[in-house]
């Protein structure tokens, strides 16, 4: 008889806000627009989001902790390299990504063309299939910081699973 499998699930959430002469990242890809997204490293906050996720499933604390904004390591840094650092280290702890499912909180620009880009680009920094992970965008229905194109945020589930 095997053992059931572990499981862990996670959430992680992030928000910049948008600022003029910065280039918009988001998803590990390079987005096209007059703005991007203020913040001390490449301020992606879904890869941010999807690093926290992972942090929270394995109950490693969140991405403040394990890079502090306050480092000038953290300067400029690619979001990329921090979340495979953070995989690298729950890989060791025995566990895989079953699934990612995201929603992404943008006005503007519209981010559904970009989302098969996104996706392919977050498989390979995860290192698994594309089709074990889901996207969503959704705009802020013209209200609050979202709405009023001040910001843009990610909310991020993540299911861990350590056979
Ligand atoms: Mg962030």
Same mark, same amino acid.
């Given at each position: *008889?095997?053992?059931?499998? /572990?499981?862990?699930?996670?959430?992680?959430?992030?928000?910049?806000?948008?600022?003029?002469?910065?280039?918009?990242? &988001?998803?590990?890809?390079? @987005?096209? $627009?007059?703005?991007?997204?203020?913040g001390?490293?490449?301020?992606?906050? &879904? &890869?941010?989001?999807?690093?926290?996720?992972?942090?929270?499933?394995?109950?490693?604390?969140?991405?403040?902790?394990? $890079?502090?904004?306050?480092?000038?390591?953290?300067?400029?840094?690619? /979001?990329?390299?921090?979340?495979?650092?953070?995989?690298?280290?729950? /890989?060791?702890l025995?566990?895989? @990504?079953?699934?990612?499912?995201?929603?992404?909180?943008?006005?503007?620009? =519209?981010?559904?063309?970009?989302?098969?880009? *996104?996706?392919? =680009? @977050?498989?390979?920094?995860?290192?698994?299939?594309?089709?074990?992970?889901?996207? =969503?965008? =959704?705009?802020?229905? /013209?209200?609050?910081?979202?709405?009023?194109?001040?910001?843009?945020?990610?909310?991020?589930?993540?299911? &861990?699973?350590?056979p």
């Amino acid at each position: *008889m095997t053992a059931a499998p /572990s499981l862990r699930i996670g959430q992680g959430y992030d928000l910049h806000a948008l600022a003029t002469g910065r280039p918009l990242i &988001l998803g590990g890809i390079s @987005i096209p $627009f007059d703005r991007g997204l203020q913040g001390h490293s490449d301020a992606d906050a &879904l &890869l941010h989001a999807i690093t926290d996720a992972l942090l929270g499933a394995a109950g490693l604390g969140d991405i403040g902790t394990h $890079f502090p904004d306050t480092d000038p390591a953290y300067a400029g840094a690619n /979001s990329g390299v921090l979340l495979q650092q953070v995989l690298r280290h729950i /890989s060791t702890l025995g566990w895989r @990504i079953n699934n990612l499912d995201a929603t992404v909180h943008a006005q503007a620009p =519209k981010l559904l063309p970009h989302i098969p880009a *996104m996706r392919e =680009k @977050i498989a390979h920094l995860l290192e698994i299939d594309p089709r074990l992970i889901n996207l =969503k965008a =959704k705009t802020g229905e /013209s209200l609050g910081v979202i709405g009023r194109e001040e910001a843009i945020a990610a909310q991020v589930v993540v299911l &861990l699973v350590s056979p």
